[in-house]
C-alpha cells in the first residue's frame, strides 16, 4: 500500500521568510514518482514538479526547490523568499509502479503568507 | 491550447437522486482519472481509463458510482441515489502517457452538494 504523510497542516509565513513543506511517503516498489501540485485558492491543482524514484538530484526552479531523501523517504518542497501570491494549499502524491497508476496524495498543507 | 474541462462547475441534488458528472479530456490525452476531494478523506483516487483497457475501478467506494469514457475521450461519472456524504469536489484528471509516465493535469472540479 501507497501513503503519503504532510505533518503540517498549516503553515503561516511573513512575506520574504523562507518555508519549508515536509513530506514523507511509504511504499514496497522500487520504481515510483513522487510530485507536489499547488491548489490555490481557485482549486485547481497546478502540477510543480515531478521526480523519479531513481534520480535523487535535489532541483531548483526559480524561488522552489525541492529535496529528495530515498534513505528518508523524504520529498521536502522549500520556497524561499515566500510571496502572497504562493499562499495556497500544497499535496504532494505518489505514483508507483505496480500501484496501479493513480495519484496517491498527501493531506495537504495550507501555506499562508502574510503581507 | 485548452485544458481538462469539466461541468457542471457546481451541481445541487437533493439526497437519494442520481447525478451525471462531466469529463472533456486534453485532446490527444489517452488517460483519465477521476478523484474526489472532501473535507474527511482528502483527494483520494477514483477510477482511471487508459486507452481501450478496462478500466480500475478499485477506488470507488460503493456500487452507488460508476463511470464510462466514450470513444476513449469524454467520461461521465455517475452518482447514484446519492447520500449526504458524497458531497465533496469531483476532480478529473488527464495524461498524455500511460502509468506513472503521464504527467497528469487537473481539471477544475465539479462542486457536488447533496442536501
Known amino acids: 500500500a501507497q501513503k503519503v504523510t504532510q505533518a503540517q497542516t498549516e503553515i503561516s509565513v511573513v512575506e520574504k521568510e523562507d518555508v519549508t513543506l515536509d513530506c514523507v511517503y511509504e511504499?514496497?516498489?522500487?520504481?515510483?514518482?513522487l510530485f507536489w501540485y499547488k491548489q490555490p485558492p481557485s482549486g485547481e491543482l497546478v502540477f510543480l514538479i515531478r521526480?523519479?524514484?531513481?534520480?535523487?538530484q535535489n532541483e531548483i526552479s526559480g524561488r522552489y526547490s525541492w529535496n529528495f531523501q530515498k534513505s528518508t523517504s523524504s520529498f521536502n518542497f522549500t520556497i524561499t523568499a515566500s510571496q502572497v501570491v504562493d499562499s495556497a494549499v500544497y499535496f504532494c502524491?505518489?505514483?508507483?509502479?505496480?500501484?496501479?497508476?493513480?495519484?496517491?496524495f498527501g493531506g495537504g498543507t495550507r501555506l499562508m503568507v502574510k503581507p | 491550447g485548452a485544458g481538462v474541462s469539466q461541468s457542471p462547475s457546481n451541481k445541487v441534488t437533493e439526497k437519494g437522486k442520481d447525478v451525471e458528472l462531466r469529463c472533456d479530456p486534453i485532446?490527444?490525452?489517452?488517460?483519465l482519472y477521476w478523484y474526489r476531494q472532501s473535507l474527511g478523506q482528502g483527494l483520494e483516487f477514483l477510477i482511471y481509463?487508459?486507452?481501450?483497457?478496462?478500466?480500475?475501478k478499485s477506488g470507488l467506494p460503493s456500487d452507488r458510482f460508476s463511470a464510462e469514457r466514450t470513444g476513449g475521450s469524454v467520461s461521465t461519472l455517475t452518482i447514484q441515489r446519492t447520500q449526504q456524504e458524497d458531497s465533496a469536489v469531483y476532480l478529473c484528471?488527464?495524461?498524455?502517457?500511460?502509468?506513472?509516465?503521464?504527467?497528469?493535469?487537473f481539471g477544475p472540479g465539479t462542486r457536488l452538494t447533496v442536501t
Open positions: 484528471a488527464s495524461s498524455a502517457a500511460a502509468g506513472i509516465l503521464g504527467e497528469q493535469y
Open positions: 511504499t514496497r516498489d522500487t520504481t515510483y514518482y
Open positions: 521526480r523519479n524514484s531513481f534520480d535523487e
Open positions: 502524491a505518489l505514483s508507483a509502479d505496480n500501484a496501479g497508476n493513480m495519484l496517491t
Open positions: 485532446s490527444g490525452h489517452t488517460a
Open positions: 481509463f487508459q486507452g481501450n483497457s478496462a478500466p480500475d
